[in-house]
C-alpha cells in the first residue's frame, strides 16, 4: 500500500486562497490505513481550512466527500454528486490518485494535501509465522 503524510496546513491554505467552495476529498483506500487521508482525516483537514481561511481574513465554503479509490476509474464518477458546489478539489490520497483525477477532470483545480512518502508491504501471517522478518518493509518513492 501507499503510505503517505499531510503536507503542512500552510502550504494547503496557500494553494487554495482564492478559492471561494472547496471539497476535501477524501480515499478510503491505502491513505485511509495509514491514518493520512481517510474520511476521518478529511473532515479533520476541512475544519483547519475553515478556520485558517477565517484566521486569514478569506471566507470560503468546505465540505468533505470521499471515494472508495481515486485512482480507479469505476469510483471516479461519483464526484458528481458534488458538482457545481466546489471550485477546487483538495484531494487526500496520494499521487497516484492526485494525478489521476487530475487527467480525468482538467477543468477542475485538483490539489494535493498529501506528500506520498513510501509503498510498504506487510507479510502476511503465514509468513510471520515462517520466521520471515514481521517488520513492514518500505520502498522508497
Ligand atoms: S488513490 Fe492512492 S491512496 Fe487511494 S487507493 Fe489508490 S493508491 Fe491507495
Known amino acids: 500500500m501507499i503510505v503517505a503524510e499531510r503536507k503542512p496546513l500552510a502550504e494547503i491554505l496557500e494553494m487554495v486562497k482564492d478559492c471561494k467552495k472547496i471539497l476535501v476529498l477524501a480515499c478510503r483506500g491505502c491513505v485511509t490505513v495509514c491514518s493520512a487521508g481517510g474520511e476521518r482525516e478529511a473532515e479533520i483537514l476541512g475544519s483547519l481550512i475553515r478556520l485558517g481561511m477565517k484566521k486569514n481574513g478569506r471566507t470560503a ?16 464518477d461519483a464526484i458528481d454528486q458534488w458538482k457545481g458546489q466546489y471550485d477546487a478539489i483538495v484531494s487526500t490520497a496520494c499521487g497516484v490518485g492526485v494525478n489521476f483525477i487530475a487527467n480525468l477532470r482538467p477543468a477542475d483545480n485538483v490539489f494535493p494535501a498529501l506528500n506520498t512518502t513510501f509503498l ?14 514481521a517488520a513492514v518493509t518500505v520502498f522508497s518513492i
Open 120 to 133: 510498504a508491504v506487510r507479510p502476511s501471517r503465514a509468513s510471520r509465522a515462517n520466521s520471515v522478518p
Open 61 to 76: 465554503e468546505v465540505f468533505e466527500g470521499s471515494l472508495v479509490r481515486q485512482c480507479d476509474r469505476e469510483y471516479v
